[in-house]
């Protein structure tokens, strides 16, 4: 059974910092790995997707990282903003359209 | 991008009703749509997948009599909270997807929730 687990839980930073969040799963034969973007009491957004034969894309401030083998991805967010504040989940599909989601890590960007 | 509107986005009923939830794909054909449940500070549980025109597929612990879904149309899946308790309480999430997606990247795109709550 694929398990994705996020860390940290949560993360408090000043603004204008960069900031890294982390995801690992069990399953390493994946078929694509997603990051999104929740804000409370909202649905979710979908900021990066990378298929299992690439190993990152960008998107503005943001850049994500798959390592297959290891089982792991990062979401790296340079210079952080107030604006960035959610909860960032982390996804992967082993196949069909199936998501297994991650706990998600709460982002807090102070100003 | 591809869009997904699920409604209502807030509904407060009394125990024992019934409530219905929609969710329809505005720019696609999905073929298949999917529906969350999402505890406060929790992540997303999957409770069922359904393909146009065939029964859902629960997950082990959810109650196919208990939420009952409709998929009748490539476009509009429905979700029927039945007898409706306040354990029921929760943040509903649909999400859609098609077997013809963009270079077949079998993409979800989420509806924006519906909170729940059970008097």
């Known amino acids: 059974k694929q398990e994705v687990t996020q860390i940290p839980a949560a993360l408090s930073v000043p603004e204008g910092e960069n900031l890294v969040l982390n995801c690992s799963f069990t399953?390493?034969?994946?078929?694509?790995l997603q990051w999104f973007r929740q804000d409370p009491g909202k649905g979710l957004t979908s900021l990066l997707l990378i298929q299992s034969s690439q190993r990152e894309q960008t998107s503005g401030r943001l850049n994500a990282s798959l390592d297959k083998s290891s089982g792991r991805s990062t979401l790296y967010i340079a210079a952080s903003q107030p604006g960035d504040s959610a909860t960032y989940l982390c996804?992967?599909?082993?196949?069909?359209?199936?998501?297994?989601f991650g706990e998600g890590t709460q982002l807090t960007v102070n100003p | 991008g591809a869009v997904v509107s699920q409604h209502p986005s807030r509904v407060i009923c009394k125990s024992g009703t019934s409530v219905k939830i929609e969710c329809r794909s505005l720019d696609f054909q999905a073929t298949t749509m999917f529906w969350y449940r999402q505890f406060p500070k929790q992540s997303l549980m999957l409770m069922a997948t359904s393909n146009e025109g065939s029964k859902a597929t629960y997950e082990q612990g959810v109650e196919k009599d208990k939420f009952l879904i409709n998929h009748a149309s490539l476009t509009l899946s429905t979700l029927t909270v039945t007898s409706a308790h306040p354990e029921d309480s929760s943040f509903y999430i649909c999400s859609a997807s098609s077997s013809g997606d963009r270079g077949g990247k079998n993409i979800q795109y989420f509806g924006a929730g519906t909170r729940l709550s059970v008097l």
């Open positions: 399953d390493s034969a994946i078929y694509n």
């Open positions: 996804a992967v599909t082993l196949g069909g359209s199936r998501l297994t």
